[in-house]
């Protein structure tokens, strides 16, 4: 497996957020997830986009941080926010969310972001799952679905 940093408007990136919106909108019956990201946010150093790419060079698994600072929805100055982390289905239970997720909180860490935050949903159990195991624990809510009952937020310490 290859782990490649890549522009958040990439074809790849784009062909991976079109399905984990499809999942999203599979899960919930919403459309998808309606929060704004633009390629901008995942410009280093205020951000990565990472995707794993398989032995036959195939796209399968994507996930970034942008940076996040004091801003009335609920974030804190030196904030990282995880999104779009995902893995198709075929390549599931392999490992690349949790290697994915190491690193992103490893690029996050040597920026000087203070924690990594996240938001998902009860719909997502091993999303859930994935990072509890990882160390992250319930923070109060932000970001756009904060009203949701639906949501869950995590936070974890990016302190060395």
């Not at 004091?70 to 290697?99: H, S």
């Not at 992103?104 to 938001?119: K, T």
């Amino acid at each position: 497996m290859i782990i490649r940093r890549v522009a958040f408007d990439h074809p790849d990136a784009v062909k991976l957020n079109d399905e984990v919106q499809a999942e999203y909108h599979e899960r919930y019956g919403d459309g998808g997830d309606a929060t704004v990201l633009a390629p901008a946010d995942f410009d280093p150093p205020r951000g990565v986009y990472l995707i794993a790419y398989d032995e036959l060079d195939r796209p399968v698994a994507t996930g970034g941080w942008r940076s996040q600072d004091e801003n009335g929805e609920g974030n804190r100055d030196g904030d990282a926010e995880l999104k779009r982390m995902f893995v198709v289905r075929q390549a599931r239970g392999r490992g690349l969310a949790r290697r994915i997720l190491a690193e992103l909180e490893e690029d996050a860490r040597a920026a000087g972001r203070l924690r990594m935050v996240l938001e998902t949903g009860t719909q997502q159990p091993e999303a859930i799952a994935l990072y509890t195991s990882s160390g992250y624990e319930p923070c109060a809510k932000f970001g756009y679905y904060r009203f949701h009952e639906a949501s869950r937020c995590y936070a974890k310490p990016l302190s060395s």
